[in-house]
């Protein structure tokens, strides 16, 4: 048996419990391990160091695995004004931004088909081009000239409406909270809840990553799954950090709430504690109300002043910080509360939740970062 097909046995069942891990179940697991396999006879490195062939498998196999989620969140389509409806509670449906609804109705079918399935369908480029019979850069340009006229007909649209628009990414939670918060402050608010994409962040001032009812999937930071990890939703998290980097690379404003700040760390190479009394934090109850105290010459003291009292509701937060991010706050027990973007023009993370602050901490965050979406 050559050293190569031996890497690959060793490695079976190794590689079979990282994507149960993953995927949830081990038939599913048992099926991806085999395609890894696959690929690994046809095109692995064969003739490299075993360190970088198992590497070279485990990160294939989970790549393999986080497109197998993808394509689960995939298979129930909905229209493309979906994800711009907010239910009323009486069976009914509304537009959550009718300047967004009038500007894809502007749009021909095709140029909402594109856009459909780039942006809620979520399909690669590649993917496009095949079901349009198109190579991938012919579908990169019909995507770019679709994302074009979308954002020109959503300026026109808004033309006589000065308000910043802040896009904000939620999952399962209410979006209430957060949006009477941003709109007391002067913003449209555009939601994106369960795992919609929508139409990336064309059109948006600022972006919000709200609160999660789940945990972060450890996946998404290198670890393994651990016993206090509970719900996850990596399909929302995927979502959500093509979000920042969009946000990040175009200079957006951002603020991320909770499990927003433990994504902002984790798109940075940071982990996160799993459970912080499971690590020892439990001196203090971070899913209540305390103190935190801000750093000196800092986006947090500018907006927050020296120790704003906050509300907190979590069990997980930053570890080991991401690389090229600031502290810029921490609770009595250590704890980083608050991380910011050197060089961004406004990128802050809070540990806690703003929009349920009462007092002035809550409204001046919103204040401050709907000043930054319109200017």
């Not at 959503?154 to 957060?178: C, F, K, M, N």
């Not at 946000?247 to 798109?267: E, K």
């Amino acid at each position: 048996m050559t050293t190569f097909d031996a890497i690959l046995t060793e490695q079976s069942e190794l590689l079979t419990r990282r994507l149960i891990r993953i995927v949830g179940d081990r038939e599913t697991a048992e099926d991806l391990r085999q395609e890894t396999l696959a690929r690994a006879w046809r095109s692995g490195p064969r003739g490299a160091q075993p360190p970088v062939v198992r590497a070279w498998l485990h990160r294939t196999g989970t790549n393999l695995a986080l497109d197998e989620l993808r394509r689960r969140k995939r298979r129930e389509h909905v229209p493309l004004h979906a994800a711009m409806a907010d239910t009323d509670g009486r069976g009914g449906a509304g537009p959550r931004d009718p300047l967004l609804r009038d500007a894809l109705a502007s749009l021909t079918a095709h140029q909402r088909l594109v856009l459909l399935l780039r942006f809620e369908a979520g399909l690669s480029l590649r993917e496009v081009g095949e079901l349009l019979d198109l190579g991938e850069d012919a579908a990169r340009k019909r995507v770019a000239r679709a994302r074009s006229a979308f954002l020109e007909a959503y300026r026109t649209a808004s033309a006589d409406d000065t308000r910043p628009t802040i896009v904000l990414l939620l999952g399962r939670e209410d979006p209430a909270p957060y949006e009477r918060w941003l709109r007391d402050s002067g913003a449209r608010v555009r939601t994106l809840a369960g795992t919609q994409a929508g139409l990336d962040l064309a059109g948006a001032d600022g972006l919000v990553l709200g609160g999660s009812e789940t945990d972060i999937h450890p996946s998404l930071y290198g670890e393994p799954l651990g016993p206090h990890v509970k719900d996850t939703d990596i399909t929302r998290h995927l979502r959500d950090l093509s979000a920042l980097r969009q946000a990040l690379r175009s200079g957006l404003p951002i603020v991320g709430v909770c499990s927003g700040t433990q994504l902002l760390n984790v798109l940075h190479g940071g982990t996160l504690h799993q459970d912080l009394p499971a690590d020892g934090f439990d001196a203090l109850d971070h899913r209540d109300a305390h103190d935190v105290a801000t750093a000196d010459d800092t986006l947090a003291r500018r907006v927050l002043g020296n120790r704003p009292g906050v509300v907190s509701e979590h069990h997980q937060a930053v570890k080991t910080l991401g690389r090229g991010l600031h502290v810029t706050s921490l609770a009595p027990d250590g704890l980083i509360e608050a991380l910011e973007v050197p060089g961004h023009p406004f990128a802050l993370g809070v540990q806690w939740h703003p929009e349920r602050c009462t007092g002035d901490v809550g409204r001046q965050m919103a204040n401050a970062l709907v000043a930054a979406a319109a200017a």
